[in-house]
T-cell receptor, first 113, second 112 residues
Framework: KAGVTQTPRYLIKTRGQQVTLSCSPI?????VSWYQQTPGQGLQFLFE???????NKGNFPGRFSGRQFSNSRSEMNVSTLELGDSALYLC????????????FGPGTRLTVT | AQTVTQSQPEMSVQEAETVTLSCTYD???????LFWYKQPPSRQMILVIR??????QNATENRFSVNFQKAAKSFSLKISDSQLGDTAMYFC?????????FGTGTSLTVIP
């Protein structure tokens, strides 16, 4: 099976712009989680989607949003970008209801200038 | 609030030696999972080992084993016979209610 894929892999944006990141889970996986990884802060949970519904949400401002499509692909959107949004954004997919079995994608490196 | 603490930002070990990475967590939950993930330089994060909190027996995966002390909320990772390919960032993580909480990571370097 193909692994989790994320596009684009690298992105440079200007402060104030918005960005959309995409994640395609492993075939058959129905849950997708998103994380922000920054040096010194580790991974911070953004949100998790299961069967097109957001099940969990971390402590991020409303500028961060996501959605999941019927084919389980997920997108994450960040509006009004700030310099502090520069990070590696990781998505992870899980087969079903309990996400204790998580497979990570390679990430999208976002740089905000 | 759930927190995961990795108090060793960087560690190094000689090839073929044994190293232990520390992790403590805080939660009021009874049902949860604990994990160690490995993120090699510029490569994808992969699962090293997983422990269910209700299991008293420590998990083992080849050269990797954990010391799970539930009362102390401690979950350390022992790597035996360290190899150059073990050089990576290691993250301790805790999952409850279908939400993951990660530590800030320990950068491990295996020295030839």
């Amino acid at each position: 099976k193909a692994g989790v894929t994320q596009t684009p892999r690298y992105l440079i944006k200007t402060r104030g712009q918005q960005v959309t990141l995409s994640c395609s889970p492993i075939s058959g996986h129905r849950s997708v989680s998103w994380y922000q990884q920054t040096p010194g802060q580790g991974l911070q949970f953004l949100f998790e989607y299961f069967s097109e519904t957001q099940r969990n949400k971390g402590n991020f401002p409303g500028r961060f949003s996501g959605r999941q499509f019927s084919n389980s692909r997920s997108e994450m959107n960040v509006s009004t970008l700030e310099l502090g949004d520069s990070a590696l954004y990781l998505c992870a997919s899980s087969p079903g209801g309990l996400i204790h079995e998580q497979y990570f994608g390679p990430g999208t490196r976002l740089t905000v200038t | 609030a759930q927190t995961v603490t990795q108090s060793q930002p960087e560690m190094s070990v000689q090839e073929a030696e044994t190293v232990t990475l520390s992790c403590t967590y805080d939660t009021s939950e009874n049902n949860y999972y604990l994990f160690w993930y490995k993120q090699p330089p510029s490569r994808q994060m992969i699962l090293v080992i997983r422990q269910e909190a209700y299991k008293q027996q420590n998990a083992t995966e080849n050269r990797f084993s954990v010391n799970f002390q539930k009362a102390a909320k401690s979950f350390s990772l022992k790597i035996s016979d360290s190899q150059l390919g073990d050089t990576a960032m290691y993250f301790c993580a805790f999952m409850t209610g279908n939400q993951f909480y990660f530590g800030t990571g320990t950068s491990l370097t295996v020295i030839p």
